[in-house]
């Protein structure tokens, strides 16, 4: 048998098959499997066979270009509208802006701001566009260094004009990192110089039905034309997503305050003890935002915040993360302590529990858990309750376990953060040597809001 | 003869092997499953958009075209983003996440694949070894997710009609589409609205070489198809369960696809309507050319220059602008209602100017069978249509319409084409943006009269559910390959070889061989058909042959075709009351053993059977013992003698119809055999459930004929 020649061939194959010989022409792909030779034919279909299949295989010349149906090109739009506000957008990975190679049929990443405005052209409509790459990963693949390099991207973005980013990002970890700027940013009680829309796609932008199109026009349209950050209610950062399962409609939600709490609808995206701050209608490709009463009211009592440079997170940090509930166990804790980690993030069930006492006398593993937690926090290490529940406050004042629980020092009572944003402001707090307790006290940049209205 | 030739207002005429005529066929036939790619079951729900219950959830969406390859916005994108069309899905019962897009997909349904192997092998084709998921994209909004699954099963078939063997060059397993419930044209664009219970039923695609011979053979091809298709038995049947699309060209035309060719009986004259309209259009194209000395087109799409067409495409393009008018002045008086009130609700009136097509657009003609004869203003005004607007007016068909001989005078005028008659023009109203474009899709079709037709997918024209005329409207262009890429979301799956030869070995029995083994039961041709057509020969043949249950007799063979062809089982379920589908045929089975051993009146059957399902006396897992149907069949004999079935002996009938008559002498004296009817009743109540009707029937007219 022949060698196979590269991928990009046009050949002709006659190949055996369990019920006799056939023949087929097409393009050779990369192998859908190793050991087979896979070509893309005429009308389009991947077909695939094993190599050892092959009877004979005959080069042929490449066929003209693709057919002229849809070329007829009016030319690329303008990006050079003077006028309009300048947006970066910081790619970051994730398949908002990826396109199919119609060769190959693979999907690959695009981020050219080209290919970008050419995608969605009406982006060139709401502002001038800039767009960086500072990598291709996927979201869950993220680490606290890569929140510094989003800090230090942004802060070059305002530093050379422009009045909004928009980062995009794979949406696993999205809202993390939007919490993460929003305290690298205003944690101290200043803001950003502009706005920063955190965005992502659902549904992957190779198909027509994609939300990221939708998505990046309201993320940019925030970006270029929302009020200015006051920090009330959590504006310092917005993730921008569908606000529900039908496209037009965009939620602009506290960065602070968000949490992906479905792995694959399109409005995965939801506050959390929050609301949106707006909402932006997308009508004929058109972009116009809503803000919510509550934001509209707050932006009108209180004064911007002063721009600030960002603060940087301290990536020796070590924080663990435990489920309250049936299965903890002490001998987790204690190795949480004894490897080194800074603090420790109770995921409690209810109000904000843990399986800490034993009034039938059954349950010895009880008491050595409150042994243990007690003897960590002696010991230094930070321990902080989050909720279990994700919604609703950390309440450890309503039984007398909980009173037990602050006795023994966690920290944390009273909280209305999400669990997530507890994790976040933890680490931003010790990487500020700032007083942690107080700091879980206080609410900075409206992550902890006084009350909870849903 | 040339290849050119033919009389298009006669297309029954035409001669297909002269104009070079290529045909083949696309068959989609859903299967009796569950959905392809998400595990809901496969079934639909007869809703109109009047009787949707508002319950059903609703989501609106908008599809985002994807660009061109070479990274610029492509006009059909650009077009497509403008008009604005946007999509409500109604979640159906049987539709989820996956079915709105919003969870990616399940793997394939493991019995769909099953069948579709099947009919691999029965088209003798060759199996796909490494089954690989692709998505072909699809604009239409027909799918939530902007594209059709679809999986290569098998390649290189072969189909035998009488007229000659036709090759199979595809077997695809695909989801179906979403059916559209209705479209609203608004002023801000399209809405289609569309009930997702049919999308991701799974659709068996069989594409034919193109060597079907002639409009004829492409009938005859179909039916061969779908008989072929039956066989597996494991189909859905009834209205819309198949879809034939026809491929269509002849030497001078192009490939066109044709869709919605459901009813067999008209594929021929579809097809030779579409002949007649490549023909008209190719010798349009060059009168166009000749009049502006322009090449003429070969006869023979094989032999054209690309060079050339495209320095064609240029000067067209320059010829037809996409210059806009706004000639609503001249409308200021207008009569027409239609114009006047879009107008006063804010709505535009454009005119675009179409040099060279006047007298070129045509007015509605019928052609020698009384289709509409193909003509340029036609494809425009579909052209126009795809933008949303209900359509155009153009100068071959004006003054009409309520728009006057002087209206078009001084829309001419505003055109500044008053003096050149050769020039025509078309009109469009409707809200700004959307005669915009309307009319600037005029301009694009306008412009393809100078070329050869160009590959597209249209759709037969119906009305009431059947074709109109057997003429179609362009939909969109013929999609190429390239818009087909990986289904990354689901794996490839590999096919095993012994797999492949399991199902080899397993083929379904045809109908011609089903019926020959029917017909060594000596049983009458009605009933063989029925059977067949139910598709209950198997049920029918293991009941004769004692092998329906554990411990059941073999059953009679006329009776038993006829219990389970006649309307017992919907009898029994009207009583119950349940489904006719949930009525065991092993309980019609145990009823007839029943009355068939004289246990029984035929009157029991219903009653009895009913009471056993309604009381739980029936097994819910059906029978499974020898012991369990003996008992049953005694329980039944038991029953039927209690509550007075077991049937009389015919001396005591004998003596109850003589004292029925005795006790009414007089009416029958009256009545003479018009009292038979009557005192059928009579004697039946007086005898209880325990007589047979017949029985009765025969011995009351004994009794009476002695009487006269």
């Not at chain 1, 020796?316 to 001998?331: E, F, M, T, V, Y």
């Not at chain 2, 036939?29 to 958009?49: C, F, M, Y």
């Not at chain 2, 080899?504 to 020959?516: A, C, D, F, I, M």
Request: aromatic fraction near 4%; charge should be negative; hydrophobic fraction near 40%.
């Amino acid at each position: 048998m022949a060698a196979i020649p590269e991928q990009g061939t046009r050949v002709q194959v006659n190949l055996r098959t369990w019920s006799g010989e056939i023949e087929h022409i097409g393009v050779i792909i990369p192998p859908a499997s190793p050991g087979y030779l896979s070509l893309k034919l005429v009308n389009g279909y991947n077909v695939s066979h094993p190599v050892n299949a092959i009877l004979s295989l005959t080069t042929l010349q490449p066929t003209d270009s693709s057919p002229s149906e849809n070329t007829d090109s009016e030319g690329i739009l303008n990006a050079e509208q003077n006028n309009l506000p300048l947006v970066r957008i910081i790619h970051t990975g994730g398949t908002i802006a990826s396109k199919v190679d119609y060769a190959t049929g693979a999907v690959v990443a695009s981020f050219e701001p080209e290919e970008l405005i050419s995608a969605i052209p009406e982006l060139a409509e709401i502002a001038r566009i800039e767009a960086v790459k500072i990598g291709n990963m996927w979201s869950d693949d993220m680490r606290p260094q890569h929140w510094n390099s989003l800090l230090s991207a942004s802060a070059q973005a305002f530093a050379e004009g422009a009045v909004g980013v928009v980062v995009t990002s794979g949406t696993d970890t999205l809202a993390i990192t939007a919490a993460a700027l929003a305290f690298g940013w205003a944690g101290e009680g200043g803001s950003p110089p502009g706005r920063i829309a955190v965005t992502g796609s659902q549904r992957s932008s190779d198909r027509g039905s994609s939300d990221a199109g939708e998505n990046l026009i309201a993320a940019v349209h925030w970006a270029a034309n929302g009020p200015a950050i006051n920090g009330g209610l959590g504006d310092s950062t917005v993730v921008v997503m569908h606000a529900n399962s039908n496209d037009g409609e965009i939620a602009i939600l506290p960065g602070c305050s968000t949490r992906k709490l479905h792995s694959t609808r399109r409005d995965a995206f939801k506050p959390i003890n929050a609301e949106p701050l707006a909402i932006v209608n997308i009508n004929r490709g058109k972009p116009s935002h809503t803000l919510s009463p509550a934001y509209e009211e707050v932006l009108a009592s209180t004064a911007p915040r002063q721009s600030t440079s960002p603060t940087m997170y301290d990536c020796k940090i070590k924080i663990a993360q435990l489920n309250g509930g049936p299965h903890l166990l002490p001998d987790i804790v204690s190795a949480v302590a004894n490897n080194g980690y800074s603090a420790l993030v109770f995921h409690g069930t209810g109000l904000g529990h843990l399986p800490i006492e034993n009034p039938n006398g059954d349950a010895p593993e009880n008491d050595k858990l409150a042994e243990t937690i007690s003897q960590v926090i002696a010991e230094g290490l930070h321990v902080i309750m989050a909720n279990l529940c994700i919604n609703g406050p950390v309440n450890m004042n309503v039984y007398s376990k909980g009173r037990n629980q602050q006795n023994m020092g966690i920290l944390g009572q009273g909280s209305n953060s999400s669990p997530d944003t507890i994790v976040v402001k933890t680490h931003w707090s010790l990487s500020q040597g700032r007083n942690l307790a107080e700091d879980l006290q206080s609410n900075l940049l409206g992550e902890n809001p006084t009350h909870i209205r849903s | 003869m040339s290849a050119v030739e033919g009389d298009v207002a006669d297309a029954s005429s035409l001669n297909p092997q002269t104009l070079g005529f290529m045909c083949g066929l696309e068959i989609h036939q859903q299967l009796a499953t569950g959905k392809l790619h998400s595990r809901q079951p496969g079934e639909l729900h007869d809703v109109t958009i009047d009787t949707v219950p508002d319950e059903w959830p609703r989501v609106h969406r908008r599809l985002r075209i994807a660009k061109g390859e070479s990274g610029k916005v492509d006009v059909a994108a650009k077009f497509e983003a403008k008009r604005n069309r946007s999509f409500i899905y109604i979640q159906s019962p049987n539709s989820g996440l996956i079915e709105l897009d919003d969870q990616p997909p399940d793997p394939h349904d493991s019995e769909a694949l099953d069948i579709a192997l099947t009919i691999s092998g029965m088209l003798d084709a060759h199996p796909v070894p490494l089954l690989q998921t692709m998505r072909k994209t699809v604009v239409d909004g027909s799918n939530t997710s902007g594209f059709q699954r679809t999986t290569l099963v098998a390649t290189n078939g072969v189909l035998n009609t009488p007229t000659g063997a036709v090759g199979v060059d595809v077997i695809c397993l695909e989801e179906d589409s979403a059916r559209k419930l209705e479209a609203q044209s608004t002023a801000n664009g399209e809405i289609v609205i569309w009930n997702l219970d049919r999308l991701g039923i799974p659709l068996v695609e069989i594409a034919t070489a193109p060597d079907v011979q002639t409009p004829d053979h492409a009938k005859e091809t179909a039916l061969a198809l779908g008989t072929l298709l039956r066989d597996t038995r494991r189909v859905r049947r009834g209205l819309g369960s198949i879809r034939q699309d026809l491929n269509v060209s002849i030497a001078c035309g192009d490939r066109v696809e044709i869709k919605g060719c459901q009813d067999l009986s008209w594929i021929p004259r579809i097809i030779r309507l579409e002949m007649a309209r490549q023909l008209h259009f190719f010798r349009l194209a060059n009168e166009l050319r000749e009049e502006i000395k322009l090449p003429l087109l070969p006869d023979n799409r094989d032999n054209t220059d690309d060079i050339i067409e495209e320095e064609v495409r240029q000067t067209v393009r320059k010829l037809l602008d996409k210059e806009i008018t706004d000639v609503g002045k001249a409308f200021d008086n207008c009569d027409s209602k239609m114009i006047t009130s879009t107008i006063a609700k804010g709505g535009v009136m454009y005119a675009v100017r179409l040099p060279h097509l006047a007298g070129r657009l045509g007015t509605k003609m019928p052609d020698n069978e009384g289709a509409q004869l193909p003509r340029l203003g036609r494809e425009l005004a579909g052209a126009a249509k795809l933008a949303g607007v209900a359509g155009i007016f153009h100068s071959d068909e004006l003054p009409a319409y309520g728009i006057t001989e002087e209206e078009v005078t001084n829309v001419r005028e505003l055109l500044a084409i008053s003096d050149t008659p050769s020039c025509g023009f078309a009109l469009c109203c409707a809200p700004d943006w959307q005669a915009e474009l309307a009319l600037e899709s005029v301009i694009e079709r306008g412009r393809l009269a100078w070329h050869r037709i160009r590959q597209e997918v249209r759709n037969v024209v119906v009305k009431k559910g059947a074709p109109e005329d057997g003429t179609t409207t362009a939909m969109r262009p013929l999609p190429g390959g390239a818009r087909m890429y990986p289904e990354t979301d689901i794996a490839n799956l590999p096919l095993a070889e012994e797999e492949w030869h399991r199902i080899r070995s397993n083929l379904p029995p045809t109908r011609k061989e089903r019926q020959k083994a029917l017909l060594e039961t000596a049983l009458g041709e009605d009933q063989i058909m029925q059977l067949l057509d139910k598709e209950i020969d198997e049920l029918f043949l293991a009941g004769i042959s004692g092998e329906l249950a554990p411990g059941m007799p073999a059953l009679p063979v006329k009776g038993w075709a006829t219990i389970i062809l006649d309307s017992t089982s919907r009898d029994i379920a009207e009583l119950v009351p349940c489904d006719t589908t949930s009525i065991p045929p092993e309980l019609l089975a145990i009823a007839l053993a029943v009355r068939d051993a004289g246990d029984m009146t035929r009157e029991g059957i219903v009653p009895l059977a009913s009471e056993f399902l309604s009381t739980g006396v029936w097994p819910f897992a059906g029978l499974t013992t020898a012991e369990a149907t003996k008992e049953l069949i005694s329980e039944m004999a038991n029953r039927a003698e209690s509550q007075g079935f077991k049937p009389a002996d015919s001396s005591d009938l004998l003596a109850i119809v003589i004292s029925v008559l005795d006790d009414r002498a007089d009416f029958v004296a009256e009545r003479g055999m018009g009292a038979m009817g009557p005192l059928m009743g009579v004697v039946m109540g007086a005898a209880g459930g325990a007589a047979d009707g017949k029985v009765i029937s025969a011995l009351l007219r004994q009794e009476i004929q002695k009487r006269m």
